[in-house]
Nanobody, 127 residues
Framework: VQLVESGGGLVQAGGSLRLSCAAS????????VGWFRQVPGKEREFVAA????????YYADSVKGRFAISRDNAKNTVYLQMNSLKPEDTAVYSC?????????????????????WGQGTQVTVSS
C-alpha cells in the first residue's frame, strides 16, 4: 500500500494550494481518507476527512470555510483545496486511509484509526 502526497510548496498569505493524495495497493473506494498536519514540536493534528463514498466531509474548526476535501475514486486520489492560507497553516501535511466502518467525525478525526499513512508534503505560508 502506498499513499503519495503532492502539491505542497511556498505561498504567500491569502494564496491557495491544492494537495493531492494518490493511493495504490488498496481497494481505495472502501477507505475513508483524512488529512493531518504537523509542525515541529507539536502533535499531528486533524485537518479534514472524507468518507469512502465522498458524500460526507469533516473539517477542523481552524480550516472550516477555507479548505475543501474531495475525492475521485476512479483516479484513487483525494484532494485538499486550501484557500485563504495563513502563516499558521504552515506544516507538513499527510494523508491517511482508514478502513474503519464508523466513518463519523468523532472517529475520523482520530489519528489511531488510520491504517496507512503517506510521507507528507511541506506547506509554507509566508506573511
Amino acid at each position: 500500500v502506498q499513499l503519495v502526497e503532492s502539491g505542497g510548496g511556498l505561498v504567500q498569505a491569502g494564496g491557495s494550494l491544492r494537495l493531492s493524495c494518490a493511493a495504490s495497493g488498496l481497494a481505495f473506494n472502501r477507505y475513508g481518507v483524512g488529512w493531518f498536519r504537523q509542525v515541529p514540536g507539536k502533535e499531528r493534528e486533524f485537518v479534514a476527512a472524507v468518507i469512502w463514498s465522498g458524500v460526507r466531509t469533516y473539517y477542523a474548526d481552524s480550516v472550516k470555510g477555507r479548505f475543501a476535501i474531495s475525492r475521485d475514486n476512479a483516479k484513487n486520489t483525494v484532494y485538499l483545496q486550501m484557500n485563504s492560507l495563513k502563516p499558521e497553516d504552515t506544516a507538513v501535511y499527510s494523508c491517511a486511509a482508514t478502513h474503519d466502518a464508523n466513518q463519523i467525525m468523532a472517529v475520523m478525526s482520530q489519528r489511531h484509526v488510520y491504517d496507512f499513512w503517506g510521507q507528507g508534503t511541506q506547506v509554507t505560508v509566508s506573511s
